[in-house]
């Protein structure tokens, strides 16, 4: 595996071909300049030790010189040690309601995107552990398996939205039943499964799946979305929102926090129940820190050793031929011989 201490100074090699058009207008205008001056061929017997391809070859050889230069000053690195590293931790899977009614602002911004804050956060404070995403609506479906990339997390957290799932609905029970697929079959005690909905248009039998996880050891947290009062399912056309989402009989749709199901849930399979105004997933990592902490290895480059000083022995060698080369014409010059010219 290779990798650049100082991956800034690469971008130095973008402006060698500026160098290259610079030369070329360069040679160009001198040309211009000597015709100015008399008639070519009176001009090259008056300078007949100097040679016309030395001075090209002379550039080509700073340029290899200042790209190796760069390349040293980059610092790359090759790791020379791959070894699995043992880590303890808790299996930890989220699964996120994407219903349309998680779009409601009756939290702000709004019940969706403040929920995806508190599970960034969680993230953020996680360390040895594993986490995986599930989002549900009609039905649900595996955003990320477990993982320790927390960074990749984060990114396929950032991606979820309403749009992902057609089917409209609040299926708990299968979010759970999913859920349940994606621990690892040695892992039999230290699983976690937090859920987040406002537990409206709730479908299936959601208790008898969490009886099943807790029986399988998993603990399940659910976290409630939204207010008591509610509030209107808004409609967005390009980003803005264009007005709310309407019943048969023209009556705007009121969508509110249904607890009970998520409580039940939660008592269920030995866990709490918290609502969006005492959402702070920090009380759920602090019981998950105290659970038993399964041992997993994970594979990751432990030592990386630098190579800059093959690429500064190459600067060096560049250099040191380019003021080998002269530039006038002889007989026989070796290393004007290697590039193809001795004129």
């Known amino acids: 595996m290779i990798k650049f201490e100082h991956i800034i100074f690469l971008y130095g090699l973008a402006t060698i071909p500026l160098f290259f058009i610079i030369y070329y207008l ?6 211009k300049k000597l015709r100015n001056i008399g008639d070519p061929s009176l001009i090259n017997s008056l300078v007949r030790n100097y040679s016309g391809s ?3 070859i002379k550039f080509i050889l700073t340029m290899l010189a200042y790209a190796s230069l760069l390349i040293a000053l980059a610092n790359p690195q090759i790791g020379t ?12 899977v989220v699964a996120l309601d994407v219903s349309n009614s998680m779009l409601a602002e009756d939290i702000k911004p709004n019940r969706l995107d403040r929920a995806k804050q508190e599970i960034s956060k969680l993230i953020d404070k996680l360390e040895n552990d594993k986490i995986g995403l599930v989002v549900f609506a009609g039905k649900p479906f595996i955003q990320l398996p477990l993982t320790t990339d927390f960074a990749a997390a984060k990114l396929m957290l950032s991606t979820i939205n309403t749009d992902m799932i057609s089917s409209q609905g609040t299926a708990i029970g299968a979010a759970i039943e999913t859920a349940e697929g994606m621990y690892s079959e040695d892992n039999t005690k230290s699983r976690v499964l937090i859920i987040i909905s406002d537990g409206e248009n709730h479908e299936d039998d959601a208790i008898s799946a969490a009886k099943s996880a807790y029986e399988h050891n998993i603990i399940i947290n659910c976290i409630g979305m939204g207010t008591i009062e509610g509030g209107p399912i808004p409609i967005y056309q390009n980003n803005r929102i264009t007005g709310f989402l309407k019943d048969n009989q ?3 749709v009121m969508t ?9 849930v939660a008592l269920a399979a030995n866990g709490d129940f918290y609502t969006a105004a005492d959402m702070d997933l920090s009380n759920i990592l602090d019981h998950i820190n105290k659970m038993e ?8 480059f432990t030592n990386y050793e630098s190579r800059f000083q093959y690429f500064l022995g190459l600067a060096l ?3 040191a031929l380019e003021l080998l080369i002269s530039e006038q014409k002889t007989k026989f010059n070796p ?4 590039f193809g010219s001795d004129k």
Request: glycine share 4%; hydrophobic share 40%.
């Open 26 to 31: 360069y040679r160009r205008w001198r040309r």
């Open 54 to 56: 030395k001075p090209f």
């Open 81 to 92: 040690k791959l070894e699995e590293v043992q880590r303890k931790g808790v299996e930890i």
């Open 250 to 252: 023209n009556n705007t």
């Open 256 to 264: 509110k926090l249904v607890p009970e199901v998520l409580q039940q």
């Open 293 to 300: 902490k399964l041992e997993f290895g994970s594979k990751q």
């Open 317 to 319: 060698l560049f250099l």
């Open 335 to 338: 290393i004007a011989k290697m």
